[in-house]
């Protein structure tokens, strides 16, 4: 899809319908990005028959004439200038040379700006993994290990909620949650088949949804609270079996990236193991008091 990184002028209703373009779209943005050349209409007149979504914009904006420019840069189109006039123009030779000459302009800013923006990740990424690996070394506290990874996830990737959830018999238990999940939530057990994260934790596979009321799985969501917007997860696997899942959900669509989903798989293998040994540590705290108990009983 092409979403819209800038605008000027385009009313709500419109916004609303460009949010995201599927590239199968008969729009003149699409047959830009497709031929990589400047598709340039003067007037409704020399407008081709295969743009009718743009058309139909066209009407609701009032617009007459139009160019759309490919974004080209390293060989790759990154995006596309969209150029609207409410009135008819002839667009001369001179002008969509000028309008090529700008489009490169910012296709180069934007692979600048793109290429900035990864070197920046890629150091904090290091940060959160060094962070995370700090926090849980040697750390036998389950609760400080689970909490300590949202914090630290928060810093990096961009989410509403997260939740780290452990298998117990036949539930999946919620054991930590990150802000704006209500504390309640800590503890709550979701049954087998409820709840993406089963999805995660029976196949062992991770999951990426941008766009959660959409996807056919959504059926498996808790129909009492409200589906998010986009959904990730990956598994907590100790020797080859799945005991838990690290999930983290968004209000908006499109919110998560392919990169935040294998940071996040990075994560969870990095925490998967000292999970592990916390839990059964409790488990043997738990049984030597037990023990301590029923040995004290006269």
């Not at 700008?102 to 990864?118: F, N, P, S, T, Y």
């Amino acid at each position: 899809v092409a979403r819209p990184a800038y605008t000027l002028n385009y009313p709500p209703e419109v916004l609303a319908r460009v949010h995201d373009i599927s590239l199968d779209v008969p729009a003149m943005s699409v047959l830009a990005i497709e031929t990589g050349e400047v598709v340039a209409i003067g007037s409704r007149a020399e407008a081709p028959p295969d743009i009718g979504f743009s058309l139909h914009l066209a009407d609701v904006m009032g617009v007459r004439a139009s160019a759309a420019v490919p974004l080209i840069a390293a060989g790759r189109t990154l995006g596309v200038l969209v150029f609207n006039l409410g009135e008819e123009h002839a667009f001369t030779d001179d002008e969509v040379r000028l309008l090529r000459h700008v489009g490169d302009q910012i296709a180069a800013a934007v692979e600048r700006a793109r290429l900035e923006d990864e070197l920046t990740r890629h150091a904090q990424q290091m940060d959160l993994l060094h962070s995370i690996s700090v926090a849980v070394a040697g750390e036998t506290d389950l609760d400080a290990i689970l909490k300590a990874t949202l914090s630290h996830l928060a810093s990096v990737i961009t989410f509403a909620g997260g939740v780290i959830a452990l298998v117990e018999g036949d539930d999946l238990v919620v054991r930590a949650t990150h802000d704006p999940f209500s504390p309640a939530s800590q503890g709550v057990r979701r049954p087998r088949g409820i709840g993406l994260g089963w999805i995660v934790v029976e196949t062992g596979e991770p999951i990426l949804s941008n766009d959660v009321v959409a996807d056919p799985r959504r059926a498996r969501f808790d129909p009492s609270r409200p589906l998010p917007g986009s959904y990730m997860a990956t598994p907590l696997v100790w020797r080859g079996e799945p005991f838990g899942v690290l999930q983290l959900a968004a209000e908006e669509r499109g919110a998560f990236r392919p990169a935040d989903l294998a940071l996040l798989q990075t994560v969870g293998t990095l925490i998967s193991g000292p999970i592990e040994i916390a839990t059964r540590y409790r488990a043997e705290v738990a049984l030597r008091q037990d023990l301590n108990q029923t040995t004290a009983r006269p």
